[in-house]
């Protein structure tokens, strides 16, 4: 069946540390990818999307996403995470319809 | 621009009772879209539409309906709410072209008691 994985359900970083949120997918052929972050209370805003060529994408707030088609990755990652990063990110693809991973709730402390 | 609206943002129901929510965009789009949000489970998509007149089914449509009678606006209707149906309802809407940003509204809180 195809699907988005997000394998890790929550996650904890220091502020100032390095942070990358994995997603695999399970297509057939290459989808656009797509990350999401969500703040409490909140909709969804898109950091960034991938739809072909250079596999690095960069998007907003600092972040960017690698694509890896020999491992059906789409990760994200940011060099120095800060407070207000702490959210929840969901990885997303697009085929025929939009199809969201469960989540990566992002936890930062101080 | 507004961009995506939803109405109400709150709503708590009886089982068994029924209601609409609205979702208005002001951008547009050809293609709208309904998920639900359940913890742990990401979001998943009801119901979505293509253009005026039309609705297709998404990947849990069972419990609701859907009418796009008029380009800016998805109803979702529950005929008969359960408890299982409550959840955070999120409204989408895009362009048509894949390439397209998908934007979302701020969401409803249904509660069913």
């Known amino acids: 069946a195809q699907s988005v994985t997000q394998p890790d359900i929550h996650i904890t970083v220091s502020e100032g540390a390095s942070l990358e949120l994995r997603c695999n997918y399970s297509?057939?052929?290459?989808?656009?990818l797509f990350w999401y972050v969500q703040s409490p209370g909140q909709g969804l805003q898109l950091l960034l999307k991938y739809f072909s060529g250079d596999t690095l994408v960069q998007g907003i707030k600092g972040f960017e996403a690698e694509f890896k088609r020999s491992q059906s990755s789409f990760n994200l990652r940011k060099p120095s995470v800060h407070w207000s990063d702490a959210a929840e990110y969901f990885c997303a693809v697009l085929k025929n319809d939009m199809r969201f991973g469960a989540g990566t709730r992002l936890t930062v402390k101080p | 621009n507004a961009g995506v609206t939803q109405t109400p943002k709150f709503r708590v129901l009886k089982t068994g009772q029924s209601m609409t929510l609205l979702c208005a965009q002001d951008m547009n789009h050809e293609y709208m879209y309904w998920y639900r949000q359940d913890p742990g489970m990401g979001l998943r998509l009801i119901h979505y539409s293509v253009g005026e007149g039309t609705t297709a089914k998404g990947e849990v449509p069972d419990g609701y309906n859907v009418s796009r009678l008029k380009k800016q606006n998805f109803l979702l209707g529950l005929e008969s709410a359960a408890p299982s149906q409550t959840s955070v309802y999120f409204c989408a809407s895009r362009r048509r072209g894949p390439q397209e940003t998908q934007y979302f509204g701020p969401g409803t809180r249904l509660l069913v008691l």
């Open positions: 297509y057939g052929a290459t989808p656009y």
